[in-house]
């Protein structure tokens, strides 16, 4: 099981024939992911050869998902064009839009994420590494060989520290790792992958990566204290920033106790949370709770 992805997710990948798309096309591909073409309107008819692996290009989404039952869509398209590249997505129908697109306006991406919730489509991001579920599916960006399939779940705001807790944690291994994007409006939170996560029966440990600025981990301390079973462990990119800064990507201004590392911690550990102070200790808590599980079965 994972959520979101499987080996049987039938990928897209809209702006395929870019730079960083063959870039990373070509990597999802080596990580087992079933890519069943590109997109690109005026490359339309082509094929691209991947190291042996042919990979047809389509003029819309919607002619790929017709031809190959295609049912995620990676976005690679540059900020001004991505907004279109997701409700055209969405039109199609498509379930999952992984929009790993940096610099999108928030305007847009508040039209974007709205219209495809309306549509029913699940988007991750944006501004986001994407998801993989190890040793099945790799939609994004993230290393596929710093860890393994496991039974630990990964929801990040990070995409660095997705990667160290990946490789941190890689004996034990992972389920699905979520990274969420850190722009002020994204697709998926959380509470949606908390909410998977719990649904998950191959998923026995939750790790939620967040950091300073906003409410979104205050809201996920209050779904993990009334929804969540499983035990959660946290932590929180920021301890040592200076108050009334913007920070990362976020671009979160902290000011009095709201937003900050201290206040999120405090509400995660009320839900019963355990929250690391560095990522190094936040994988030595997950490794006691997991010993301390095994010791009780």
Request: proline share 5%; glycine share 14%.
């Amino acid at each position: 099981m994972a959520i979101h992805l499987t080996k049987d997710s039938k990928v897209l990948v809209q702006g395929m024939t870019g730079g960083e798309g063959m870039k990373h096309t070509r990597r999802m591909l080596a990580a087992g992911t079933n890519i069943v073409g590109g997109v690109n309107p005026r490359k339309a008819g082509r094929t691209v050869d991947f190291d042996g692996r042919p990979v047809p290009v389509f003029g819309s989404v919607s002619d790929g998902m017709r031809a190959t039952g295609a049912d995620v869509t990676v976005v690679f398209v540059p900020p001004a064009f991505a907004k279109a590249a997701v409700i055209e997505a969405a039109d199609a129908g498509i379930g999952l839009a992984v929009v790993i697109t940096e610099g999108i306006p928030v305007h847009d991406s508040v039209a974007f994420t709205a219209h495809a919730r309306a549509k029913g489509t699940r988007v991750i991001g944006p501004n986001c590494p994407g998801l993989i579920t190890p040793g099945q599916s790799n939609a994004g960006i993230i290393p596929a060989d710093i860890t393994k399939p496991g039974r630990i779940g990964l929801v990040s705001k990070s995409g660095t520290l997705t990667y160290q807790l990946m490789y941190e944690l890689r004996d034990i291994g992972f389920s699905t790792c979520v990274g969420i994007g850190g722009d002020p409006v994204v697709g998926t939170t959380h509470i949606d992958c908390l909410a998977a996560f719990e649904d998950d029966p191959d998923t026995d440990l939750i790790v939620l990566i967040g950091e300073i600025g906003g409410d979104a981990e205050e809201r996920a301390a209050a779904y993990v204290r009334e929804h969540v079973t499983k035990p959660v462990v946290g932590y929180i990119a920021g301890f040592t920033a200076p108050e009334g800064r913007t920070m990362g990507h976020a671009g979160a201004i902290v000011s009095g106790s709201s937003g900050t590392a201290q206040a999120k911690k405090e509400a995660l550990e009320a839900a019963g949370v355990r929250v690391g102070s560095t990522p190094t200790e936040t994988a030595k808590l997950v490794l006691a709770l997991l010993d301390d599980r095994q010791r009780t079965l």
